[in-house]
């Protein structure tokens, strides 16, 4: 059998303990954390070195057999499904931290490292590491650059790409190439680096990083705001955005705050039609008076229910703790989660929910929202149980309408989570033609032979 | 657990067979879930499919057997003096359950709480509640024997000194009629004025004692504070790095599993040599032989203690002597 002997040659270059075909292994291995999807992959391989990441890709290549790179499994857009079987490639064996500068402000380390390791060393110098995607605890950096994360002080920082400088990669075709380089003015060349963020394991499997850390904020405050429209909320968001950039500025849905009430009490308001949490962070004064100043435009909105600052640190984390956990609360509305990932302008943040409610009556769906107001990304997540096929057809077409909301205003179907396989047929439907194949040609160069993650971006 | 649901691997499938058996059951996942999914009942019941189509572990067998033998429990549990019914008429209308290894192995300290709480009576009928059958592939058994064991009349309450027996029967009976020690004691008993346990090596010290979590007590009873209080009365309390996590005896899995249990309590025991404690304090049997036993392999001085013997060391009526 064809699997067979890849497995074979896998096992005969690699380590032992390195390469994994037991039937419950590759089971777990047939998914990610999307819902609808999965995959039958033939082999799991963990390589510990990026001359281990080579090997495998060249005995691929030979086999004609896919690789899918895999960090922690936490993507919400199926980038990490097997769809065509083949080899899951999971950095996890690869963790280390090869390298924090305090000075260059830089951090140096292999994919399979956690984004909260990251951000937790680089504090030790005093420095931060901005993205931070809600499941940072366990995502990994690897996977943060192919699916390009954002997170929660995306409306300030930004997201994973504008803190990568460089890389190491390994190519379709088993070769290593190295893009840009460990300093921030770098015009050499194309801008390789900013091709391969996003790129989600299509061109070339990352072996090595080279990130932008920024002084660590001395202080954070955060605050709470409810409103008795959905609306309001969204507006109230855009106006706190056009006098500024706040670090944090989340949006939460009555669906989603009586949910999170029910699992983590944090005070918010469940007689309100949504909230808004925002923060701001600097030193102790700036910190204070940005947020008071974030209030302050808050309490001038309309429909405005109530205002408040966290008064201690406990009730900060509190706060913050309820946001981070509004998917998995979620999740005890239904057993099974479709999140979207739209982003519209802020301006448009009111027209886009009321959009998304209209689709939920339509469909017959419950959806729960809640998101990055602050840079216009939202997470509609339709709660269904996919035993039930009338329920998963509602919930698929509730989805696709869902995609079809943020091109009404120059927006994207997806902000942080990726394409995936998921989204590839939507995003196929509002992409031009020409553009279409000078993606496939892109890929076609780094990849001839398409074994790297085929199915999903450039190869469809 | 899916994929042997929707039938894509077989129950016998090796993977599946050794992951029903690794997981330690500490049920420190429950809390952390936001989705509420309750992994300790979908493990026991997983466990038992398992081993159901594969057979139990030999020394499963014998356990289960064992503690079904209540009339040699009872018996056993007089011969190592476990408290006993005697003495002071009891007014109280609590009752201090006996558990099944606690009265064999550990009979100081149900004679402890008697002696922190005179007013407490004690079941000496030496049924098991079920808790083993229940970890380890009968969860129907293990509730109906939750079940059968008598309630205390009027509002009294079941007190239990183990952890593991505490959580089961309240789960099975219902939280109001189940107490696990520590936050029974915290209402119902304080040190005499200026009682304090001293430091064995340094007569006149206060002690410092650690607390290790009964991952049952603290994971799904939420209990914890009690205990690290009540040390705090009597002692310096030193909070050990990750006490409530698991110290890898888990009920029945150091007996059947002796080498993973070891490999978990590994990072516990470099904390706490570091800590250099006098006294590490439990509120489950299973932690406190397990426990006892890796410390003493390592040489380390620290003794390891179930609360209610600890507490009772601070009472100036009880000479500080070893139980």
Known sequence: MEAETLIDDLRRMLPVGTVNATPAVLRTYARDATALWSGRPDAVVTPTSPIEVESVVRIARRHRAPVVARGAGSSLSAAAVPVHGGIVLSFTGMDAILDIDPVEQVAVVQPGVTTQALDAAAARHGLMYPPDPGSRHVSTLGGNIACGAGGLRGGKYGTTRNYVLGLRAVDGTGTTIVTGSRVEKDVAGYDLTRLLVGSEGTLALITEAVLRLVPRPEATQYGVASFSTVEAAASAAAAVRSTGRPATLELLDHVCVRVIEAHTPAGLDTEAAAVLIFG?????????????????????????????????????????????????????????????????????????????QSVAQTHQVTIGVFGHAGDGNLHPTIVFDERDPQQTDRARSAMAAIFAIPARWGGSLTGEHGVGAAKLSYLRATTDDATWALMNRVKAAFDPDNILNPGKLGSA | MAAVADGTLPIDDPTVVEQAGYCLGCRACEPACPAGVPYGDLLERWRADVWEATGSPVRIRLLRWAVKRSRLITIGGRLRGAARRTGTVPTGTDVLFLGCVERLLYPGVSRAVTRLV?????????????????????????????????????????????????????????????????????????????????????????ARAGFQDSCHASHILGNGSAARRLIGLVADFVEVPDAASCCGAAGSYAILRPHDAREVLAVKLSHLSRLDLDYLVTVNPGCTRHLAAELRRTGASTRVIHLAEFLALASPAVPHSRT
Not at chain 1, 282 to 303: F, K, M, P
Not at chain 1, 309 to 330: G, K, Y
Not at chain 2, 163 to 177: E, F
């Open chain 1, 280 to 356: 701001d962070d600097g030193t102790e004064a700036e910190a204070h008076d940005r947020t008071q100043a974030i209030a302050r435009t808050l309490r001038s909105c309309t429909d405005v229910r109530s205002v408040s600052i966290a008064a201690t640190d406990e009730q900060a984390q509190e706060i913050l703790a309820a946001r981070r956990c509004s998917l998995p609360a979620l999740a005890r509305l239904g057993p099974t989660t479709l999140l979207e990932d739209i982003t519209v302008p802020v301006s448009r943040l009111a027209e886009a929910v009321k959009a998304i």
């Open chain 2, 118 to 206: 005179p007013d407490i009576s004690v079941a000496e009928d030496g049924r098991c509640c079920g808790v083993l059958h229940s970890h380890n592939g009968s969860p129907s058994e293990g509730r109906a024997m939750a079940g059968s064991i008598p309630l205390p009349p009027r509002d009294g309450v079941i007190v239990s000194t183990a952890g593991g027996c505490a959580t089961h029967l309240a789960q099975v009976r219902g939280a109001d009629s189940v107490q696990e020690l520590s936050t029974y004691l915290l209402s119902r008993w304080q040190p005499a004025e200026g009682a304090h346990v001293v430091a064995p090596r340094n007569r006149g010290r206060r």
